[in-house]
T-cell receptor, first 112, second 115 residues
Framework: RKEVEQDPGPFNVPEGATVAFNCTYS??????FFWYRQDCRKEPKLLMS???SGNEDGRFTAQLNRASQYISLLIRDSKLSDSATYLC?????????????FGSGTRLQVQP | DGGITQSPKYLFRKEGQNVTLSCEQN?????MYWYRQDPGQGLRLIYY???????QKGDIAEGYSVSREKKESFPLTVTSAQKNPTAFYLC??????????????FGQGTRLTVV
């Protein structure tokens, strides 16, 4: 099993729709998680941090399910500007190295 | 303005040449990372450093080398041993903590093309 797995998509949704992505992780010792947004040919930028059960910021909600080892990102009232790739990030713990592992990303395309 | 700066933005390399990508941060972060991204793919870890004068191999270190002589700087050299170096290279930094890793901040990336 990969350390971090995401559905690559693409998710094609109309403006105003609600869309959710999941990210599964293999290291049960992980305590913090991040969602990054990456626009085409740009660097990733932090969208949300998840340190406990979840986090909410406007139209974006991140939730953590430790028992099933997944985190989700929910986007409500999708905008055209939300079109991007969303990367799930899990810091490595108890693996002997301290680094950030990125999922391969889920591509979202919001259509007019 | 605090941030992380990569240069150059675009780089062309002839086959058999070594090239060095620059990464500088003024965020006072302890940890720095180099990732490679191929078209339509995720980020793969090349090297990382948690402290000055120390660095560790990531998942795809072969054909690359790094140094960490100063806290602010983590240059990456792509050697001629790297057979397929054309990719988007991203440098990142983070302030490590005892219990939790913090988020990473990225430079704008260097797009390397072999000609």
């Amino acid at each position: 099993r990969k350390e971090v797995e995401q559905d690559p998509g693409p998710f094609n949704v109309p403006e105003g729709a609600t869309v959710a992505f999941n990210c599964t992780y293999s290291n049960s010792a992980s305590q913090s998680f991040f969602w990054y947004r990456q626009d085409c040919r740009k660097e990733p930028k932090l969208l949300m941090s998840v340190y406990s059960s979840g986090n909410e910021d406007g139209r974006f909600t991140a939730q953590l399910n430790r028992a099933s080892q997944y985190i989700s990102l929910l986007i409500r009232d999708s905008k055209l500007s939300d079109s991007a790739t969303y990367l799930c990030v899990v810091p490595e713990r108890n693996t002997g190295r301290r680094a950030l592992t990125f999922g391969s990303g889920t591509r979202l395309q919001v259509q007019p | 303005d605090g941030g992380i700066t990569q240069s150059p933005k675009y780089l062309f390399r002839k086959e058999g040449q070594n090239v060095t990508l620059s990464c500088e941060q003024n965020l006072n972060h302890d940890a720095m990372y180099w990732y490679r991204q191929d078209p339509g793919q995720g980020l793969r870890l090349i090297y990382y450093s948690q402290i000055v004068n120390d660095f560790q191999k990531g998942d795809i270190a072969e054909g690359y080398s790094v140094s960490r002589e100063k806290k602010e700087s983590f240059p990456l050299t792509v050697t001629s041993a790297q057979k397929n170096p054309t990719a988007f290279y991203l440098c990142a930094s983070s302030q490590t903590r005892t219990a939790l890793n913090t988020e990473a901040f990225f430079g704008q990336g260097t797009r390397l093309t072999v000609v």
